[in-house]
Every structure is written in structure tokens, then in C-alpha cells.
């Protein structure tokens, strides 16, 4: 578990499978991805996160606003498919349920979790990658200190003709993390 000044970054539990669900199913939330998810494809993927922390100590935590909310969403590290044409990698996301965004919570999160990346992993480089148009991704990105390598790419789990298919890739090395 980690945690932040105003968060708690934990394996999930079967309770947060229907906020989740609850969220995956907001056309906003879902807008920069092809499609919302159903119920079952909502539990389905909170069930393969919880087991891959549970196989590797890491991934997308669930987040919590202690004595607040149980659930507003995840952030963390994830190890995408080898088809990505810069793996292998290890990636930071992000998806938070629409009241909790505007309030800094993705970057406070996102800031755990490369500490933990670089102080605890000790990993080289972390990438993120969301689509062109998904500019409030973007932003927390550069937030965080990530830079736009420049290298687009269409990610291989999207049909080539959909708009969404063009991704942008961001990475930060572990040397520059230290020295911000
Ligand atoms: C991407 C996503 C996580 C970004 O959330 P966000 O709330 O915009 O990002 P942050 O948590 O960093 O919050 C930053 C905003 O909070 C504001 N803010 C308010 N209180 C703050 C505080 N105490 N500290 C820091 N920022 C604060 C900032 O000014 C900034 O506002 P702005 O967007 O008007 O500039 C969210 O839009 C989301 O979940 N989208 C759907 C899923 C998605 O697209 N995921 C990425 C796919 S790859």
C-alpha cells in the first residue's frame, strides 16, 4: 500500500468492482477508449489487476480517500501487452471516476507511484501512452515531468481505421525523476 497526503494507493477488493463497473460505464470517463465496458467486462478486468498485485506486489492500485470514499478510481504501473512497439515497458495510468477530476488527485497518485517505480523498483524509464485527443491525460503527463518522445504510434489492440487508433507516447528515466 501507499500512500499520499490526501490518498491510499491499495490492492482492490470484490467491493470495488461495482464502482468500477459504475465508472466504465460513463461515456465521459470511457471517451478516449473504443468503447465502455460492460458490467462483466468491468469486474472481468478489476479481477485480472487485483490478481497481477497480487502475483507482482505492484500494478494499478486502487484508490481511496481514507475516511472518505472507498473507491474514486485507479492509478499505477502496468506491464502492456509485448505487441507495443517499444516493449518491453513498463507503463503509469490512470482512470478516475468524473467528481474526482480537477481536484489533482491523478498526478498525487501518479507521483506515489514513480516514486515507487524508480526508489523501489529501481526501473530505468517508465512510459505513458493515451490517445492524440486525450489532452487531460496529456496533461498530467507533463505534470508529472514526462516529456512527448515524439513517437505516435497505432496502438496494435485498435483497429487502424478507428480515430481513437493514433497514440502519443510519453517516458521519463529514472535520473531525470531524481533530479526534479
Ligand atoms: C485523465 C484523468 C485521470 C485526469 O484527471 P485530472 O483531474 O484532470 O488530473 P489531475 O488529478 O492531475 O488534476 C489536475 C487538475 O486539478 C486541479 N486541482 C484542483 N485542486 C488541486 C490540488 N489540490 N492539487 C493539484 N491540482 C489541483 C488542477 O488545477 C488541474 O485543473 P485543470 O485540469 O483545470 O488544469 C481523468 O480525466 C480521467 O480519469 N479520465 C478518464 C480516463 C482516462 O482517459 N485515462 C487515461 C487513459 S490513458
Not at 505492484?58 to 499505477?76: K, R
Not at 478516475?96 to 481536484?103: H, S
Not at 498526478?107 to 529501481?122: D, G, I, P, S, V
Request: with cysteine; proline share 5%; aromatic share 12%.
Amino acid at each position: 500500500m501507499l500512500t499520499t497526503k490526501r490518498l491510499r494507493l491499495r490492492q482492490w477488493t470484490e467491493d470495488d468492482f461495482e464502482p468500477f463497473a459504475d465508472m466504465c460505464s460513463d461515456e465521459d470517463v470511457m471517451a478516449f477508449f473504443p468503447k465502455c465496458l460492460s458490467r462483466e467486462e468491468s469486474f472481468a478486468m478489476g479481477r485480472r489487476v487485483m490478481t497481477l498485485i497480487d502475483q507482482r506486489g505492484w500494478g494499478f492500485w486502487a484508490l481511496e480517500i481514507p475516511e472518505q470514499t472507498a473507491f474514486i478510481g485507479f492509478t499505477g504501473l502496468h506491464i502492456p501487452t509485448d505487441k507495443m512497439p517499444f516493449s518491453p515497458c513498463v507503463e503509469i495510468g490512470w482512470r478516475l471516476a468524473k467528481p474526482y477530476w480537477g481536484k489533482g488527485f491523478a498526478t498525487e497518485a501518479a507521483t506515489a507511484a514513480l516514486n515507487y517505480a524508480f526508489n523501489t523498483l529501481e526501473l530505468k524509464d517508465v512510459v505513458s501512452f493515451t490517445t492524440v485527443s486525450n489532452k487531460r491525460s496529456q496533461a498530467v503527463m507533463r505534470r508529472l515531468g514526462m516529456r512527448d518522445t515524439q513517437r505516435n504510434f497505432m496502438h496494435p489492440d485498435i483497429d487502424l481505421l478507428h480515430p481513437q487508433c493514433e497514440h502519443v507516447l510519453y517516458a521519463i528515466s529514472q535520473s531525470t525523476w531524481k533530479s526534479l
